[in-house]
């Protein structure tokens, strides 16, 4: 049983997570993509987020990361890895973190005793993540720790996210919900994104999309209406993806404990807060249409 407040360790993902993916919203990391001679937006997510895996082909990527269309990854999965090493990836990405977390927050920020504090709770948590079943996460556990505290803050939010983003797949899985379902259904919480942007972003058809629909009304799980909603069985459904996410993903925060969890999203939000504020997240990939 958990000593911790009752999802806890939820609130604490919410605040850091976003610190990790401003990044692949952020145009420091297209010019540090181009730099290596990798323009093409698809291309580069899959690059940056891949490259800890090695040289994976268009299979490995698409299983890992799950809700994409197996035809875009193909499109750019391993062609990109002729026109940069994942080595070469790594570097670009790490010097975009750093470039996106400065012009984000600021150099007081950067240089605060509070991001200090912020990377060693951070990587106090991640001694207690587990390689097992989760690929994404185990492939970054490899990757050395930068020194700079906001770029160890920012690895140790990297790895925290995907430890949680692979016990999700799990759950995923285990609801039964494939790569689009798994998308419709959460916009349909009212939490995902904008449905024009999972398309561009995901590679999938309105079509497709359609048809996710439709298979989710049969299992009666989506709402019959015109309004993309969740039947109480929905509701439910995925109310218990999230719980079971939080229970495979509780032994980083077990191991900060209450405090340090407490302290730990504390400073996530402020820094948050100030990063949002800035422009960290585009407007388009917000909304219902």
Not at 163 to 169: C, K, N, S, V
Not at 183 to 203: N, Y
Not at 268 to 289: E, H, K, N, V, W
């Amino acid at each position: 049983m958990s000593t911790l407040p009752a999802r806890a360790e939820r609130r604490c993902h919410n605040a850091v997570n976003p610190l990790h993916s401003c990044v692949f919203f952020s145009p420091d990391l297209g010019a540090e993509m181009a730099k290596i001679g990798i323009e093409d937006q698809s291309a580069a997510y899959f690059a940056t987020r891949a490259a800890a895996l090695g040289a994976v082909g268009a299979g490995t990527v698409g299983a890992t990361f799950y809700n994409f269309n197996p035809v875009l990854v193909a499109r750019h999965v391993p062609a990109v890895w002729e026109t940069a090493s994942p080595d070469v990836v790594l570097g670009a990405r790490l010097r975009a973190a750093d470039a996106t977390l400065r012009r984000l927050l600021g150099e007081e920020i950067i240089a605060s005793d509070a991001m200090a504090e912020a990377a060693r709770l951070a990587l106090r948590a991640t001694e207690a993540c587990t390689p097992h079943a989760r690929p994404l996460y185990a492939a970054h556990a490899d990757l050395p720790v930068p020194e700079e505290p906001h770029l160890a803050f920012w690895h140790a939010a990297t790895l925290l996210r995907e430890h949680r983003g692979d016990a999700h797949l799990a759950a995923l899985l285990a609801a039964g919900l494939d790569p689009l379902e798994s998308l419709v259904s959460h916009t349909a919480t009212g939490k995902g994104m904008a449905i024009r942007w999972i398309l561009s972003s995901r590679g999938w058809r309105r079509t497709d999309w359609e048809a996710a629909c439709d298979r989710l009304r049969k299992r009666g799980l989506l709402d019959g209406g015109e309004e993309l909603a969740l039947t109480e069985a929905g509701t439910a459904l995925r109310a218990e993806v999230e719980e079971a996410t939080d229970r495979m993903d509780t032994a980083p925060y077990e191991h900060l404990g209450a405090e340090g969890v407490e302290r730990l999203t504390e400073l996530g939000r402020g820094f948050l807060f100030t990063a949002a504020a800035a422009g960290a997240f585009p407007a388009s990939a917000t909304g219902r249409d």
